[in-house]
């Protein structure tokens, strides 16, 4: 049970590090709070659940809970929250589904890893702009989903590409000091 929760804790942690570090980068070419033309923490959100599951799909709420904004009702933080954990974790397990698909980065190709950006950004956009729509937050029901999309996706490929290299990397590093 530690482990668990300390691992919901840790990406709880990052997303609200990662968050804040895209706010700060790229605050300059923001729609709004939910939406940025590069959304570094859309790859966490794949990540987190690919490597821990449910466990990852939690913490994924809970960081997104931190991240929510104060003047928000409670009912929007929860309901942006719940959809940040379950939405990556459904595309997670239909990537896995259809693509048969490591249980790591490590063995991915970079078709694979344009596959879970995309899956990610759409299984994403989706759903937030429903909600964002149902509530009369947008004009149109896809009002601003073309930037979200475009973010979720960039930041998704920036950083599983980042990640897959350091595992490759690190993969080598290995296979060269144990020969």
């Known amino acids: 049970m530690r482990k668990i929760t300390f691992e919901i804790l840790v990406i709880a942690l990052l997303w609200a590090s990662l968050f804040r570090l895209n706010e700060w ?5 923001s729609i709004s709070q939910h939406i940025n033309w590069i959304f570094l923490p ?12 449910a466990t990852g799909s939690i913490g994924l709420i809970l960081g997104a809970l931190i991240t929510s904004n104060p003047a ?20 997670v397990a239909i990537c896995n589904h259809l693509f048969k698909l490591p249980s790591d980065l490590g063995g991915l190709s970079a078709k694979q890893l344009v596959y879970f950006a995309l899956a990610g950004g759409v299984l994403s956009v989706v ?27 960039v930041g998704a490929l920036i950083m599983l590409y980042a990640a897959n290299l350091i595992i490759r990397l690190t993969d080598k590093a290995r296979a060269l000091s144990n020969p």
């Open 25 to 29: 980068l790229f605050s300059t070419i």
């Open 42 to 53: 859309a790859a966490l959100r794949m990540v987190s659940v690919m490597l821990l599951g």
């Open 127 to 153: 759903p937030h702009h429903l909600y964002f729509y149902s509530l009369n937050h947008v004009s149109y029901l896809f009002e601003g989903a073309g930037p979200m999309l475009v973010g979720d996706i």
């Open 72 to 91: 928000s009702p409670v009912i929007d933080a929860l309901a942006l929250a719940t959809l940040s954990g379950l939405c990556p974790y459904i595309s």
